[in-house]
């Protein structure tokens, strides 16, 4: 009956420990490393204004779509601003 | 040969088919009516002459053509079923840095002028083996298989295939089952090239035919059974012709999803 109570299949969850995988793979940086920048990025940006630290996202993407072929990774913050003027 | 083609057979994992899709697509090129030479890098873990079924007619190696011992036409074993094709074979007493990049490109830029295809078959890893496998190449072929560690040591490949110049990756999805794949418990084919994001050259299901040729020495490419005719296909994609994908993401259809209700309760 997992078609109706769905559980993750395991191809689902192959591809999501991939994807995850094959960015700090292809960055070269381990998943802790991008924990510490993001942390490091929170502390500078709260000197000026204040952020929800807890609901920021950083990832580091190859840009665009069809990422093969362009060298560098870009870095993207998504950082959630609470006010503007601390 | 003034346009012929070098062509690097690799994959990072070990396991994944190097060696069985070096054969086959040879083979299928030779069948074509091509010049095709094969040339075996893995230097002290020799098996394309195995699984070509040749590995009673070495008498010199890659080793010896590297070293001058014999000229690169003596090394060469010819195939007698199959007219055009040659295989250069490795050596398995010594090791890799028996041969360096550069020594690579030399005998490669020899093969060129009599062949119309040269295929190397790359060792697994990603050290000075791959290096000269690749250093002579102009086009790869990745192979892989619908599993995380295989398609993780794919994608390292193919970024130090980038990194050393290649315009040219073609993917292999080698093993895949579809029976799995229906009941959503392998990765499809989309799904992987999808994650990697270079160019589908062919799909080659898990196929028994694959280990009896392997047995008998002898490449199954254009038998009628599954891998023969993933691996005709192949060939014929090669040679630049547009052969439709039968079935690339026949993921989970409705009536497989229906059925599948009954099948898993």
């Known amino acids: 009956m997992r078609h109706?109570?769905?559980?993750?299949?395991?191809?689902?969850?192959?591809?999501?420990?991939?994807?995850?995988l094959l960015i700090?793979?292809?960055?070269?940086?381990?998943?802790?490393?991008?924990e510490l920048i993001k942390t490091d990025i929170a502390k500078v940006i709260s000197k000026y204004m204040k952020i929800d630290a807890a609901n920021?996202?950083?990832?580091?993407?190859?840009?665009?779509?069809?990422?093969?072929?362009?060298?560098?990774?870009?870095?993207?913050?998504n950082i959630p601003i609470l006010d503007l003027h601390k | 040969m003034s346009n012929s083609e070098v062509i690097v057979v690799t994959s990072g994992k070990g396991g994944v088919g190097k060696t069985t899709t070096t054969a086959n697509v040879g083979t299928g090129l030779a069948k074509l009516g091509k010049k095709v030479c094969l040339i075996d890098t893995d230097i002290g873990l020799r098996n394309l002459d195995v699984v070509m079924g040749l590995e009673n007619r070495i008498?010199?190696?890659?080793?010896?053509?590297?070293?001058?011992?014999?000229?690169?036409?003596?090394?060469?074993?010819?195939d007698k079923r199959n007219p055009g094709l040659y295989l250069m074979p490795s050596a398995q007493t010594r090791d890799k840095s028996a041969v360096s990049p550069g020594q690579m490109v030399?005998?490669?830029?020899?093969?060129?002028?009599?062949?119309?295809?040269?295929?190397?078959?790359?060792?697994?890893?990603?050290?000075?083996g791959f290096q000269n496998a690749i250093a002579g190449a102009d086009r790869a072929l990745v192979v892989t298989t619908p599993e995380v560690?295989?398609?993780?040591?794919?994608?390292?490949?193919?970024?130090?295939?980038?990194?050393?110049?290649f315009k040219q990756m073609d993917l292999i999805i080698?093993?895949?089952?579809?029976?799995?794949?229906?009941?959503?418990?392998?990765?499809?084919?989309?799904?992987?090239?999808?994650?990697?994001?270079v160019p589908l050259l062919g799909i080659v299901?898990?196929?028994?035919?694959?280990?009896?040729?392997?047995?008998?020495?002898?490449?199954?490419?254009?038998?009628?059974?599954?891998?023969?005719?993933?691996?005709?296909?192949?060939?014929?994609?090669?040679?630049?012709?547009?052969?439709?994908?039968?079935?690339?993401?026949?993921?989970?259809?409705?009536?497989?999803?229906?059925?599948?209700?009954?099948?898993?309760?």
């Not at chain 2, 008498?59 to 074993?77: F, T």
């Not at chain 2, 560690?149 to 110049?165: K, Y």
Request: charge should be positive; proline fraction near 4%.
């Open chain 2, 174 to 197: 080698n093993r895949l089952r579809m029976d799995m794949v229906r009941k959503g418990d392998m990765m499809s084919a989309a799904d992987v090239v999808d994650i990697l994001a």
């Open chain 2, 106 to 128: 030399k005998v490669i830029e020899h093969l060129r002028e009599q062949f119309d295809y040269v295929l190397l078959d790359c060792p697994a890893g990603i050290e000075q």
């Open chain 1, 24 to 34: 700090s793979d292809r960055v070269n940086c381990s998943p802790e490393m991008i």
């Open chain 2, 205 to 265: 299901p898990d196929d028994e035919n694959v280990v009896i040729a392997t047995n008998q020495g002898e490449p199954l490419v254009g038998n009628d059974c599954p891998a023969g005719k993933a691996y005709a296909n192949i060939v014929r994609r090669i040679r630049g012709e547009e052969v439709p994908f039968p079935n690339l993401d026949k993921s989970i259809s409705f009536w497989t999803r229906v059925t599948g209700i009954f099948h898993k309760a």
């Open chain 1, 56 to 77: 920021m996202e950083i990832q580091i993407n190859a840009k665009g779509k069809g990422a093969r072929g362009i060298k560098n990774p870009t870095l993207y913050a």
């Open chain 1, 4 to 20: 109706f109570f769905r559980r993750k299949s395991s191809r689902e969850t192959a591809r999501d420990r991939l994807k995850i």
């Open chain 2, 59 to 78: 008498v010199y190696n890659l080793v010896d053509v590297v070293e001058g011992s014999c000229r690169v036409k003596q090394a060469l074993i010819r």
């Open chain 2, 149 to 165: 560690s295989a398609i993780r040591d794919a994608d390292r490949i193919i970024g130090l295939l980038e990194a050393n110049g």
